[in-house]
């Protein structure tokens, strides 16, 4: 089982086989996130509203500072500091109850310190945490697909090779991510080309604490490696069907753990601010 079950649907001519490795969630509907660092750590539009902390951090170093604020009645903006340097990236997640349980919001890489959730649900509570991620990243490898979109024929064709699989043992114990042991880093990492848009990825797992792995890609023209998919434990290979300016990436597999835990920040929307025309002849409403 994937830890993260809310795929992103892939921009080709048909859908992508079942049984695919789901991705990483880029966004949640129409949210943004931005590289750079807010001002002095004032919270996006002004002060976050009705507080924040709800929960303590949990073990892994310093945890990160998390502020919010409403933007519009329907629209918020988040902002964070990180708690520890060298962090991999850090996991947004939000929920409309202080509870749970929470969705992931996206993967973000660690130069994101800014992300806009517009078009929310009105008159509702919505909580917020963020988590960082650390861990050694493989050797990369660089994929130049032939050209063409997923085809009816790729996409009945057998696809034994692409939902993620597992190390059946390990040889040795491995080394410990949470040590920050670069020796953790997976080995090995190869990149088969199946058909215009699917790639099987193997690696070698030498881990022996990661939470899972992510495979992480940067497209042609990007500056930062952004991740792809997140994979369980002990997962030693898996298939993409690439969008398509995934065709030619560079990719990499990194295992993983999570630090500390923010702040819980929750805000509260207001009215819609949308307005239904009138009907002919009536006025308009308050």
Request: with cysteine.
């Amino acid at each position: 089982m994937l830890l993260v079950l809310v795929p992103v649907a892939a921009a080709c001519s048909a859908p992508p086989p079942a049984g695919h490795a789901a991705r990483v969630p880029a966004a949640s509907p129409g949210g943004q996130a931005s590289d750079g660092q807010a001002p002095d750590g004032q919270a996006p539009g002004g002060a976050a509203r009705d507080g924040a902390a709800s929960g303590g951090a949990a073990s892994g170093g310093a945890a990160p500072t998390l502020r919010g604020a409403l933007t519009t009645p329907t629209d918020i903006d988040l902002e964070w500091r990180s708690g520890r340097s060298g962090a991999a990236g850090h996991v947004l997640e939000f929920a409309t109850e202080a509870a749970g349980p929470y969705t992931v919001l996206r993967y973000l890489p660690p130069g994101t310190t800014t992300y806009h959730h517009p078009d929310l649900i009105p008159r509702t509570t919505f909580h917020y945490r963020l988590r960082a991620f650390h861990g050694p990243a493989s050797a990369p490898v660089e994929v130049s697909l032939p050209a063409g979109e997923l085809t009816p024929e790729d996409q009945e064709a057998g696809h034994a090779w692409l939902p993620p699989r597992k190390a059946p043992g390990r040889p040795t114990a491995g080394r410990s991510v949470q040590d920050g042991s670069p020796a953790a880093a997976p080995s090995g990492l190869k990149a088969e080309i199946k058909h215009a848009n699917g790639i099987l990825f193997t690696w070698t797992d030498r881990a022996s604490d990661e939470s899972g792995f992510l495979l992480e890609a940067r497209t042609a023209g990007a500056s930062a490696y952004e991740p792809v998919v997140v994979l369980d434990p002990d997962t030693v290979s898996t298939g993409l069907i690439t969008l398509p300016t995934e065709k030619r990436a560079s990719y990499r597999i990194r295992a993983f753990t999570y630090g500390a835990r923010s702040n819980a920040v929750r805000l509260t929307t207001g009215e819609s601010t949308g307005r239904r025309a009138p009907d002919e002849g009536s006025e308009r409403a308050n």
